[in-house]
């Protein structure tokens, strides 16, 4: 155990003195910093602050002769510094991909007008106030201005009450078509019409049913996110978590991830901080273990590192949140995300129809958006969705903010 301190020591002085570098394409696959908007960092210490009492946890536990054996303290405590191959042989295999940019998404709510929006940028959201929040003057070459999504939770109290599927939220896209090149999609809504030839629409995108099975004295709960796409068959997506546990998750392009941060159902308070974590092939997941005691006997049988070593993939939270509305909107959230172009699913487009030398338009923000960026931020306006509610009843001001974003259908819960 000596030795064990001494190597332990030895690495804390040297990572006190380490820089962090900025992140390049050629790096290793680690995330950016989601925290700073300055620079950049690894993967291992982007969340340490959120998991410092973790880390701190098992290692007072093998200074003091705890269960964990010398061997893993030493493996956890000087991973950060290893290499990829290191980790692979170590167990601790990850496959998040390489990112190569950051977006910001703010969350939005209009006073009087129901549900809120998630918009593809901060620029596009600044364009939206200057423009009153009208869409009738978009530029339709660049798409700035234009939410992405229209989040429209419907009633939340039946779902808590039924082990049915039961609706709990349905999400719009908006898009902009030219008639020269295509077709609107079937049962879309004409918002704005730009000129003779021009228009934004608004269709169902997603719709997010939920289901809950009673598994020995625990719930586990199921949302199924349902991507309507055009001329090709609906993708669905789940999400999982147990009401009396904390997290979420959920699986995308063949990777499990863990909405770290999200409050259980007993819990009173909600979130203001969900990280959206890649984890290691070997750790326990809900998208593999389908009861909590197969998920709990995975966790205790195989050596695993603390989450605050694995990659993150976005982050969500408030602290940007606005208290006074500006020209009758209220940001109540954001919404940061990585994105890379490794993953590319082009049957997932809604347009088919390439644009032509005589459109009007270019490819504009939203088309620009991943498929894996919006499958990501629909379950987050979801999770906002929850948290937000939780909120609301202990703030000062919730009730009567509420009452003025949503009017009465909006006191759902």
């Given at each position: 155990m000596d030795r064990v301190r001494s190597l332990i020591g030895n690495h804390r002085g040297r990572?006190?003195?380490?820089?962090?570098?900025?992140?390049s394409h050629n790096s290793s696959p680690s995330t950016t910093n989601l925290l700073q908007a300055d620079g950049y960092r690894d993967d291992q210490s982007t969340i340490s602050t959120i998991f410092a009492q973790e880390n701190d946890l098992l290692e007072t536990v093998a200074n003091e002769g705890g269960d964990i054996s010398d061997t893993a303290t030493l493996n956890t405590a000087v991973s950060e510094g290893s290499t990829i191959g290191d980790l692979e042989r170590q167990g601790y295999v990850n496959r998040a991909p390489r990112f190569t940019s950051e977006r910001t998404m703010p969350f939005i709510s209009v006073l009087l007008q129901r549900g809120f929006f998630a918009f593809p940028s901060e620029e596009s959201f600044q364009l939206f106030l200057q423009n009153k929040r009208k869409l009738d003057n978009i530029d339709t070459k660049t798409g700035l201005g234009l939410p992405l999504f229209h989040a429209i939770p419907l009633n939340l109290v039946k779902s808590l009450f039924s082990n049915q599927d039961t609706p709990v939220m349905?999400?719009?896209?908006?898009?902009i078509i030219d008639s020269q090149c295509e077709k609107p999609p079937l049962n879309s809504e004409v918002i704005s019409k730009i000129n003779e030839k021009v228009s934004i629409y608004k269709y169902e995108f997603?719709?997010?049913?939920?289901?809950?099975e009673s598994h020995n004295y625990s719930s586990r709960v199921e949302h199924d996110f349902i991507f309507h796409r055009k001329n090709v068959p609906d993708v669905h997506i789940p999400m999982i978590n147990y009401n009396q546990r904390k997290n979420?998750?959920?699986?995308?392009?063949?990777?499990?991830?863990?909405w770290y941060g999200t409050t259980s159902l007993a819990s009173p308070f909600g979130s203001n901080s969900i990280n959206l974590l890649v984890?290691?092939?070997t750790m326990a997941s809900y998208m593999d273990q389908h009861t909590i005691e197969e998920f709990d006997f995975h966790y205790r049988s195989r050596p695993t590192r603390p989450l605050g070593y694995v990659p993150v993939w976005a982050r969500y939270t408030d602290d940007k949140v606005?208290?006074?509305?500006?020209k009758r909107t209220l940001?109540?959230?954001?919404?940061y995300l990585q994105e890379t172009d490794l993953f590319d699913d082009s049957s997932s487009l809604t347009n088919t129809v390439p644009y032509t030398s005589n459109s009007e338009m270019s490819s504009n923000i939203i088309d620009k958006v991943p498929w894996d960026s919006q499958v990501l931020t629909c379950m987050c306006m979801l999770l906002h969705e929850y948290?937000?509610?939780k909120e609301k009843r202990h703030s000062a001001w919730g009730s009567t903010t509420t009452y003025m974003l949503n009017g009465p259908a909006g006191l759902l819960m």
């Amino acid at each position: 155990m000596d030795r064990v301190r001494s190597l332990i020591g030895n690495h804390r002085g040297r990572a006190r003195n380490r820089h962090h570098h900025s992140y390049s394409h050629n790096s290793s696959p680690s995330t950016t910093n989601l925290l700073q908007a300055d620079g950049y960092r690894d993967d291992q210490s982007t969340i340490s602050t959120i998991f410092a009492q973790e880390n701190d946890l098992l290692e007072t536990v093998a200074n003091e002769g705890g269960d964990i054996s010398d061997t893993a303290t030493l493996n956890t405590a000087v991973s950060e510094g290893s290499t990829i191959g290191d980790l692979e042989r170590q167990g601790y295999v990850n496959r998040a991909p390489r990112f190569t940019s950051e977006r910001t998404m703010p969350f939005i709510s209009v006073l009087l007008q129901r549900g809120f929006f998630a918009f593809p940028s901060e620029e596009s959201f600044q364009l939206f106030l200057q423009n009153k929040r009208k869409l009738d003057n978009i530029d339709t070459k660049t798409g700035l201005g234009l939410p992405l999504f229209h989040a429209i939770p419907l009633n939340l109290v039946k779902s808590l009450f039924s082990n049915q599927d039961t609706p709990v939220m349905r999400i719009y896209k908006y898009i902009i078509i030219d008639s020269q090149c295509e077709k609107p999609p079937l049962n879309s809504e004409v918002i704005s019409k730009i000129n003779e030839k021009v228009s934004i629409y608004k269709y169902e995108f997603c719709t997010i049913l939920k289901k809950m099975e009673s598994h020995n004295y625990s719930s586990r709960v199921e949302h199924d996110f349902i991507f309507h796409r055009k001329n090709v068959p609906d993708v669905h997506i789940p999400m999982i978590n147990y009401n009396q546990r904390k997290n979420a998750d959920t699986a995308v392009h063949g990777l499990n991830l863990r909405w770290y941060g999200t409050t259980s159902l007993a819990s009173p308070f909600g979130s203001n901080s969900i990280n959206l974590l890649v984890l290691d092939d070997t750790m326990a997941s809900y998208m593999d273990q389908h009861t909590i005691e197969e998920f709990d006997f995975h966790y205790r049988s195989r050596p695993t590192r603390p989450l605050g070593y694995v990659p993150v993939w976005a982050r969500y939270t408030d602290d940007k949140v606005s208290v006074i509305p500006k020209k009758r909107t209220l940001r109540v959230a954001t919404f940061y995300l990585q994105e890379t172009d490794l993953f590319d699913d082009s049957s997932s487009l809604t347009n088919t129809v390439p644009y032509t030398s005589n459109s009007e338009m270019s490819s504009n923000i939203i088309d620009k958006v991943p498929w894996d960026s919006q499958v990501l931020t629909c379950m987050c306006m979801l999770l906002h969705e929850y948290e937000s509610r939780k909120e609301k009843r202990h703030s000062a001001w919730g009730s009567t903010t509420t009452y003025m974003l949503n009017g009465p259908a909006g006191l759902l819960m």
